[in-house]
T-cell receptor, first 114, second 114 residues
Framework: AQSVTQLGSHVSVSEGALVLLRCNYS??????LFWYVQYPNQGLQLLLK??????LVKGINGFEAEFKKSETSFHLTKPSAHMSDAAEYFC????????????FGAGTRLFVKA | DGGITQSPKYLFRKEGQNVTLSCEQN?????MYWYRQDPGQGLRLIYY???????QKGDIAEGYSVSREKKESFPLTVTSAQKNPTAFYLC?????????????FGDGTRLSIL
């Protein structure tokens, strides 16, 4: 069965610092992985997706994520945080074994300090 | 522009009342989904539909009902049987029921009890 674990419900960084949001997944078949961002009182927007092409995936707003099969991880990074990055971030997984039903992590709220 | 429209943005329910949340998409997507979002719990799947006139229960379907009479529309009714309906409700759609593509989200409806 698929599952997603996001380590840390809250992460706080200073403006200009590295952003690292952690995601580990469980899947018995090759997974498809996604990161979404949610701003207050809005829906989720896709940041990036991994669908078995390059293991380093670049997304919007300077974010990227690296798929590491050996570690079953798909951590999200951004070299330099901006105030506008403050939001909630969700990691998600889907795979053929689960009928492509998407399973979402519990989310990580990112705070950016001036 | 194509997208998903949820209405109303805010909704209040009285005791014993059924309320219906609207979700319309013009993306020509086959699959549509309803999620419930509570703080710290991520997204939980209520119902999903992969084609017109067909839908399946998700993980927390009790107290909810849906219909899918048109490809564009997937309304959710929160019935009086749902004893704790206060939450943020998100509608999503995706091209193809069995697909590795990401979901597209509406901006949500926030439901509260009067």
């Amino acid at each position: 069965a698929q599952s997603v674990t996001q380590l840390g419900s809250h992460v706080s960084v200073s403006e200009g610092a590295l952003v690292l949001l952690r995601c580990n997944y469980s899947s018995s078949v090759p997974p498809y992985l996604f990161w979404y961002v949610q701003y207050p009182n809005q829906g989720l927007q896709l940041l990036l997706k991994y669908t078995s092409a390059a293991t380093l995936v670049k997304g919007i707003n300077g974010f990227e994520a690296e798929f590491k099969k050996s570690e079953t991880s798909f951590h999200l990074t951004k070299p330099s945080a901006h105030m506008s990055d403050a939001a909630e971030y969700f990691c998600a997984v889907s795979d053929l074994g689960g009928g492509f039903k998407t399973i979402f992590g519990a989310g990580t709220r990112l705070f950016v300090k001036a | 522009d194509g997208g998903i429209t949820q209405s109303p943005k805010y909704l209040f329910r009285k005791e014993g009342q059924n309320v219906t949340l609207s979700c319309e998409q013009n993306l020509n997507h086959d699959a549509m989904y309803w999620y419930r979002q509570d703080p710290g719990q991520g997204l939980r799947l209520i119902y999903y539909s992969q084609i017109v006139n067909d839908f399946q229960k998700g993980d927390i379907a009790e107290g909810y009902s849906v219909s899918r009479e048109k490809k564009e529309s997937f309304p959710l009714t929160v019935t009086s049987a749902q004893k704790n309906p206060t939450a943020f409700y998100l509608c999503a759609s995706r091209t193809g029921g069995y697909s590795n593509q990401p979901q597209h989200f509406g901006d949500g409806t926030r439901l509260s009890i009067l």
